[in-house]
């Protein structure tokens, strides 16, 4: 009896010894993330405080909506460029996101095989290829054969940029979802591309539109790409086969002046950038928070199971 009472005491002991450590590891490892988060996130505060301090001065309605102006007299806007990086973004997606979601599906649902290895691991080495690769690419294949600058070519080059950052990001997503899902679609008698759409992908959605939003937020500040496809203009939109100016290529033209008004358009521009970009996000998540996110193909996916019941 007293040997076990003994025993008792020592486990309880060694419990308390055990659970004070582990109290104490977890402290330590919240502190330690909690730095980690801090220590990331005043960059980019400090980043966001300097571009608003040094770009809110040359805000106006002038200046947003007006063409630019003789070179050092700081009169002049950036409407041209607002509207070409708009343009530019809604034709890259238009490109790059199907074939991405398309090939991310693939990959994570018919990725067991050799072809999807190797998409996968040319599609990662693709991921990591330098911009300005890619807009020599697109002015080989496009600008040359064509003979002129173009919006197509910048499109082009930026939804090269964006669909393996969709295919992975889709893919990853995918595969998070649980087999039992799926399972449960095969056991009412679902065909494999209604479970896919109507059931896997509704359960991905969050992580498949964050991706989405991600090459969005990367393609938006390329400079390299479209300075070898679309160039530059002064002038609005006129056509898909002349030169269009964009954003970053406004700001990186004013950046190389040395007029203080031109810098101040510089930094004006950039924070005009920042807001496109973040309106693009909180817009598109607001969408989809609302479920408005089915739309046509939701509708014809619905339509689809209903003739095969």
Same mark, same amino acid.
């Given at each position: ?22 109290? $104490? ?19 980019? =505060?400090?980043?966001? $405080? ?18 630019? /102006? ?18 530019? %973004? ?6 790059? #996101?199907?074939?991405?979601?398309? *090939? ?5 649902? &018919?990725?067991?095989? +050799?072809? @999807? ?7 990662? #080495? ?27 070519? /910048? ?20 595969? !998070?979802?649980?087999?039992? &899902? ?15 759409? +109507? %059931?896997?992908? *509704? ?7 964050? /991706? ?5 937020? +990367?393609? /938006?500040?390329?400079? @390299? ?7 530059? *203009? ?5 056509? !898909? ?11 990186? +033209?004013?950046?190389?002046?040395? &007029? ?37 193909? =939701? ?11």
């Amino acid at each position: 009896m007293t040997t076990t009472l003994e025993r008792r005491q020592e486990y309880r002991a060694l419990f308390k010894s055990n659970v004070a450590k582990r109290l $104490v590891v977890d402290k330590v490892v919240r502190i330690i993330v909690f730095a980690c988060v801090i220590i990331a996130i005043i960059p980019l =505060g400090s980043i966001l $405080v300097e571009v608003f301090k040094n770009g809110i001065a040359a805000i106006s309605f002038e200046f947003l909506t007006e063409t630019p /102006g003789s070179i050092g007299s700081g009169e002049g806007g950036i409407g041209p460029a607002i509207q070409g990086t708009l343009i530019i %973004i809604g034709l890259a997606s238009l490109i790059g #996101v199907p074939i991405g979601v398309m *090939s991310g599906i693939y990959l994570a649902e &018919y990725g067991d095989n +050799r072809l @999807a290895r190797t998409i996968r691991f040319f599609n990662d #080495v693709f991921m990591e290829f330098p911009s300005i690769v890619l807009g020599i690419f697109a002015f080989l294949v496009i600008v040359l054969i064509l003979g002129h600058f173009s919006v197509w070519a /910048g499109a082009f080059a930026l939804s090269l940029i964006m669909f393996p950052i969709v295919a992975r990001t889709t893919e990853e997503s995918l595969k !998070m979802v649980p087999i039992t &899902y799926r399972e449960a679609g095969t056991a009412l008698g679902l065909k494999k591309w209604v479970i896919t759409f +109507r %059931i896997v992908i *509704s359960a991905a959605k969050s992580g498949m539109i964050t /991706g989405i939003l991600l090459s969005v937020s +990367r393609i /938006g500040g390329e400079t @390299a790409p479209l300075i070898m496809t679309i160039l530059g *203009s002064s002038q609005f939109f006129s056509s !898909m086969d002349v030169p269009m100016d964009a954003l970053p290529l406004r700001i990186w +033209r004013l950046s190389l002046l040395p &007029y203080d008004s031109a810098q101040l358009q510089g930094w004006g521009s950039a924070l005009v950038l920042i807001i496109i970009i973040l309106g693009i996000n909180l817009g598109v998540r607001y969408y989809f928070a609302n479920k408005k996110g089915h739309g046509i193909i =939701g509708r014809l996916i619905k339509a689809g199971v209903t003739r095969q019941k």
